[in-house]
């Protein structure tokens, strides 16, 4: 879904195409061609489709088809889910597999139906081209999707306005074309490399530096970060053990960024705006090409919003602090109701009737991120509770289907009806979820993560960040024991 509908110009993943792939097959991997280092939407797109094709999924996939409601029947052991067109299907069994990001957030913001020009939302885009030659177009937003679109529209629109609420840290790219020799060196020791990034905290290949960034000179700490900057990337974050704990080791690195920001834009009062004052990666790092030096274009122009943000919209365009920024276009690059906000979007309800969105009122409740109490038989792929977006996604994913995969074998073989975890594992589940991350510096910004992008959300931390190997070595001990913490009801 993610690939489908984030067709924006520019949109591209962050994580390096040759381990944002499956690693089930060693075929697959062998024969597709990846043709940059960071993968493009469309390609990626490409081999979706081409995953598709290859083992026969299409007859299994029934496309155009938004799901209404799902809801348990507790004398049938199973789930009822009801389409948009009143299709309905029973299983005994239902897997959300709907993705972290993929509720759009789209703010309603004051007047917007009065605007004449188009609207876009990043994570909604048509699929014909659009056309941004001659238009004065307005971004909202400078996530990641900002950060891409951005450097995209600048190219071709008449004037292109940015309405920054939070600036962002936005690191190099250096993508690149891969060749087949790049690929080759890759593909003579493919699992190799997949089975050591397993072993990574997020699963990637980059490995952490278990050095605290303040045992080391200054000098010597702006030296590392300059090799880490230079090799393009998130690893930046790797760079030092203590980045994600400590303040004063982490404020090196975002004085490090900041430097680079003054050192790129010309204009001292877009320079200021641009700076981050944020604990680097308490919002997730941007990837960029040349996105700082786009606002040395001149048909580039940057609004940091104040306190009232976007206070109107008329059917000309934009008004801000009594300012009125007129506009053919308007992108809102302003994120998804993350993790939650794909079921909750769903009208789920478990047993004795009681909705998802009840039980998970005060922040999601789930054990492992696999499965929630009181929602038997129901499972979630990269559940809140699981490391999902702290990771690298696709093996992340392919964990998670293997484990439901070997589960439901289980159930299957012991005659097993019903499944569900108990109300203390769970709790401890998410105590230990909360203990982990109030360790970290990730509660310092509002971030998606916490869902504070959202107004009236409830701010939990929502994914787990204890480590991909801690994670993986617990669903297995817990599946070893014959489902600890789970209650298994007999046909
Ligand atoms: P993000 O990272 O949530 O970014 C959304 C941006 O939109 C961010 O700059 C927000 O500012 C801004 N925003 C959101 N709502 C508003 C309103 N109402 N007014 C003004 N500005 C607003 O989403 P992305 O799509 O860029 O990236 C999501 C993830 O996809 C990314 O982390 C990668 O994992 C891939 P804020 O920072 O909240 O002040």
Not at 133 to 152: A, C, F, L, M, P
Not at 342 to 352: D, E, V
Not at 455 to 461: I, L, N, Q
């Amino acid at each position: 879904g993610t690939w489908y509908w984030n067709r924006y110009p520019g949109a591209r993943c962050d994580v390096e195409s040759m381990f944002y792939s499956y690693g089930f097959d060693e075929e697959l991997e062998q024969e597709w061609e990846w043709t940059e280092r960071y993968p493009s939407q469309p390609e990626i797109l490409r081999y979706a489709n081409h995953v598709a094709d290859r083992f026969s999924l299409w007859p299994h996939i029934q496309l155009n088809t938004r799901v209404a409601s799902a809801t348990y029947d507790t004398e049938k052991n199973g789930w009822r889910v009801t389409t948009e067109s009143d299709e309905v299907f029973n299983a005994k069994f239902c897997i959300m597999a709907t993705g972290c990001l993929s509720a759009a957030n789209e703010p309603n913001f004051d007047g917007m139906e009065t605007f004449t020009g188009r609207i876009f939302h990043t994570g909604r885009w048509p699929h014909e081209k659009i056309d941004f030659k001659d238009r004065r177009v307005g971004v909202i937003g400078t996530g990641s999707s900002g950060v891409q679109v951005i450097q995209e529209v600048a190219k071709e629109a008449a004037h292109l306005t940015v309405f920054q609420r939070t600036p962002t840290y936005v690191v190099e790219s250096f993508n690149r074309a891969l060749d087949r020799g790049d690929q080759a060196k890759v593909k003579a020791k493919y699992q190799d490399i997949r089975a050591a990034a397993r072993k990574t905290f997020g699963g990637f290949t980059a490995v952490m530096n278990e050095q605290s960034a303040l045992s080391v000179s200054e000098e010597e700490c702006r030296e590392r970060l300059e090799a880490a900057w230079n090799k393009g990337g998130i690893g930046l974050q790797f760079t030092y053990n203590d980045f994600g704990f400590n303040e004063a080791a982490n404020k090196r690195a975002q004085d490090f960024v900041r430097d680079k920001i003054r050192a790129t834009v010309n204009d001292p009062n877009t320079t200021e705006k641009l700076l981050p004052r944020h604990i680097l990666g308490c919002k997730r790092l941007s990837i960029g090409t040349n996105y700082y030096a786009t606002y040395n274009k001149p048909n580039v122009s940057l609004v940091q919003l104040g306190d009232n943000g976007i206070e109107h919209i008329t059917q000309d365009g934009v008004i801000s602090e009594e300012t009125l920024y007129p506009l053919d276009d308007l992108v809102l690059a302003t994120g998804f109701d993350a993790m939650t906000g794909s079921l909750s979007r769903i009208h789920i309800t478990g047993r004795n009737g009681q909705p998802l969105t009840t039980a998970w009122q005060a922040g999601p409740q789930s054990y492992l991120g696999l499965m929630t109490h009181g929602f038997p038989n129901l499972f979630t792929i990269t559940g809140p509770g699981s490391p999902s977006v702290l990771s690298n996604m696709l093996p992340t994913i392919e964990h998670h289907v293997e484990w439901i995969g070997e589960c439901l074998a289980h159930l299957r073989e012991h005659n097993i009806r019903e499944i569900e975890p108990n109300v203390k594992a769970q709790d401890e589940w998410v105590a230990h979820g909360n203990e982990v991350a109030d360790k970290t510096l990730r509660h310092g910004c509002n971030s998606w993560y916490l869902g504070a992008n959202v107004p009236g959300k409830p701010r939990v931390f929502m994914p787990y960040i204890g480590g991909m190997p801690t994670y993986r070595e617990k669903c297995s001990a817990v599946a070893a024991a014959g489902y600890d913490g789970f209650e298994l009801t007999e046909s």
